[in-house]
């Protein structure tokens, strides 16, 4: 996305292609639910790359005039100046905007995006107590670093080939194979690892790779297997039109079937990614004279699109990111649409005013390059310092400061048994631990997903306090409902499994059933025959539990942003009408209860036990430190300690 072509043969149409590319990705962005396919942008992107880097890298090898320190000067003057903007804007938004354990995010990405290792970062972060990608204003940084991790070994090993005089076609192939086959091997069962690693991802830059090998040497696939190359090259070959059009319409179509049929729910990339970067390399391998490319891609609206895409792809996802964290959700689309003639705008500005100064203006050549790697490294820097002083959050006075998380997905999750009783739904029931059965009775059995883990806290402090006597038995996963048959994600159906065989082993007295039941990603359809299953192991009693409230953004969020808008010296308020909760909240409480009383099993909301005809709390108390929830709905400790204590009479009752 950010190379240019100083040191080929200009081709408009490729220029046409990018175009393509970053409208797929910034659409989907835009509207993910209508432009589904549009992240394969990325993969269009990497082919042109490295067709384009290697190009320049061969051509320069045949002529025996490429050098390591002209290239990278050219890297440099290409790719700093619109990023560099781009951090710039971002941790200034982010302080007036974003609270303590959001800035710290940012500027640890910052950091990485600083030097190229944002596909490390993001890989790293990975999971479902992850903040949303949508709260990440430089999540799109991760395939700019691929394509810069692969502009920092290619040349050299271009070089090698060259300098032993191998057959560079026979080298790339080689590699190009064992990416692929990395990738096939990690998206079986590490899809996150196949989508950020470079070396599952390198082969789609070295298609391009390869069809540049074949253009400079003029020569075709079966060079592969010579023992080398020409050091001469051939003349070039007659062009024959019929086919040039016909790979250039194989390749567009590809293009549109894959931007129509794949979804992000696709074991991505794997062999989809295929389609894409084989309709890209296709378009390329076409030349300038096919009538698509000459016609549609080399228009002058297609050009200028293609121009402006790497300014584009930078200002489009912080400028969406930042909208999203603001309404808390998904804006609407006439807003959606706005923010993206603005991300044009910026990056047309960018490419007028700050990309061609720098790349093709009069300022001195000599101190531009040492200029900008100065103000990268200071950008590393401010990234750095804000990660380390966890994202400034003296900003903010006391009053507000310590319902404002510093620990992220530690404060989530504090007192769960993550890893050993409420598992990643990545993780095989093979996970769960012994202990989280216990052999006391009466047994109360949580199952459920997150929500349902968040629970524990509540039922270890009433086991502490000696009010009750019982033990505990939990079975909870992220992201996986308490309902048999369903994958809404990778292992859910066999954790549910070992979870409904661990009831009829253990027939604990009271099961309790509690999930995000409205989670559109969630199938409820087996929720009865679940339930049946639950009885037939003879368990006496079934609780299902309501929602408690959530909110349309993270409550701490919420009460900045309330806060704010009074007097300095004031708390946020201690209650939040439900114009801030979920609107599905209400909805989702009758239809389960409704539901419930069907199935012959309890129900009890747990909106009852925090909101009234005033609002919901937003923490127990005026003067308490802790929210009510540190994201949109996991009770914090505080508060789950609370609601079991409530709860204990009705699930402990005598029949």
């Not at 992240?39 to 061969?58: A, N, Q």
């Not at 040039?244 to 079937?257: D, E, P, V």
């Not at 790349?359 to 380390?388: D, E, H, I, Q, W």
């Not at 009271?510 to 359809?525: A, E, F, G, Q, T």
Request: aromatic share 12%.
């Amino acid at each position: 996305m950010s190379t240019d072509s100083a040191h080929t043969h200009y081709r408009p149409d490729i220029d046409g292609l990018r175009a393509i590319a970053v409208v797929s990705v910034v659409l989907h962005h835009a509207f993910p639910e209508q432009i589904r396919g549009g992240f394969v942008g990325v993969d269009i992107f990497f082919v042109i790359s490295g067709y384009l880097i290697s190009s320049i890298i061969l051509a320069g090898l045949q002529k025996q005039r490429f050098s390591f320190i002209d290239f990278y000067a050219r890297r440099i003057k290409r790719i700093f100046p619109a990023l560099l903007l781009v951090l710039t804007t971002v941790i200034v938004t982010g302080w007036f905007q974003l609270l303590p354990v959001d800035y710290k995010q940012v500027g640890k990405h910052i950091l990485a995006g600083s030097a190229f290792v944002s596909n490390f970062a993001f890989w790293n972060e990975a999971g479902y107590f992850d903040a949303a990608s949508a709260n990440k204003p430089l999540l799109h940084l991760w395939s700019l670093a691929i394509e810069e991790q692969f502009y920092m070994l290619w040349p050299l090993t271009l070089w090698a080939v060259h300098r032993w005089r191998l057959n560079a076609m026979r080298w790339i192939a080689v590699l190009m194979l064992v990416s692929f086959l990395i990738n096939l091997y990690l998206v079986r069962g590490q899809i996150t690892a196949a989508f950020y690693n470079p070396a599952s991802r390198f082969w789609e830059l070295l298609v391009g790779a390869m069809l540049a090998a074949m253009h400079v040497h003029r020569v075709g696939l079966g060079a592969v297997f010579r023992r080398g190359l020409w050091t001469d090259p051939p003349p070039l070959p007659a062009t024959n039109p019929n086919r040039s059009n016909l790979l250039a319409w194989t390749g567009a179509g590809l293009l549109l079937l894959v931007l129509f049929t794949i979804h992000p729910e696709r074991r991505f990339p794997g062999w989809w990614a295929v389609l894409p970067t084989l309709g890209s390399v296709l378009l390329i391998a076409a030349g300038p004279h096919a009538w698509f490319n000459r016609h549609v891609l080399a228009s002058k609206p297609f050009v200028w699109i293609g121009l402006i895409s790497y300014p584009l792809y930078l200002w489009h996802w912080p400028l969406l990111s930042f909208a999203h964290i603001e309404a808390g959700d998904l804006p609407r689309w006439e807003h959606q649409t706005g923010w993206v003639l603005l991300a044009v705008a910026l990056a047309w500005l960018t490419y007028r005013l700050v990309e061609k100064p720098i790349r093709f203006g009069r300022l001195n050549r000599k101190t531009m390059t040492p200029a900008l790697c100065v103000a990268m490294a200071l950008a590393a820097g401010s990234g750095y310092a804000t990660y380390r002083n966890d994202g400034f959050d003296d900003r903010f006075p006391d009053i507000v400061r310590g319902m404002m998380s510093k620990g992220g997905r530690t404060a989530i999750i504090e007192g769960w048994r993550d890893q050993d009783c409420m598992l990643d739904y990545k993780l095989p029931p093979s996970n769960y631990k012994a202990f989280c059965i216990e052999k006391k009775r009466p047994l109360v059995f949580i199952w459920g997903d997150s929500h349902a883990g968040s629970l524990y806290p509540g039922f270890k402090a009433l086991q502490e306090s000696g009010k009750y006597t019982f033990g505990l038995g939990e079975r909870t996963a992220a992201i996986c409902p308490s309902v048999l048959g369903i994958e809404p994600r990778p292992l859910c159906k066999s954790l549910n499994d070992d979870t409904i065989q661990a009831i009829r082993d253990a027939r604990p007295d009271v099961v309790i059933l509690y999930s995000w039941w409205h989670n559109k990603r969630y199938d409820l359809r087996n929720l009865e025959a679940t339930v049946q299953e639950i009885k037939k192991a003879g368990v006496p009693r079934i609780i299902m539990l309501g929602a408690v409230p959530y909110w349309k953004k993270h409550l701490p969020q919420i009460l900045l942003e309330e806060w704010k808008k009074g007097p300095v010296q004031a708390r946020p308020p201690l209650r939040l009408t439900e114009a801030f909760l979920d609107p599905e909240v209400r909805n989702a409480t009758a239809r389960m209860r409704a539901r419930a009383q069907k199935m012959g099993i309890e129900f009890i909301s747990g909106m009852d036990f925090f909101c009234n005809a005033q609002g919901c709390l937003t923490r127990l108390t005026d003067d308490a430190v802790q929210p009510l929830s540190y994201d949109y709905g996991h009770l914090s400790t505080g508060a789950m300690v609370y609601y079991v204590d409530q709860l204990a009479p009705m699930i402990f009752r005598t029949p």
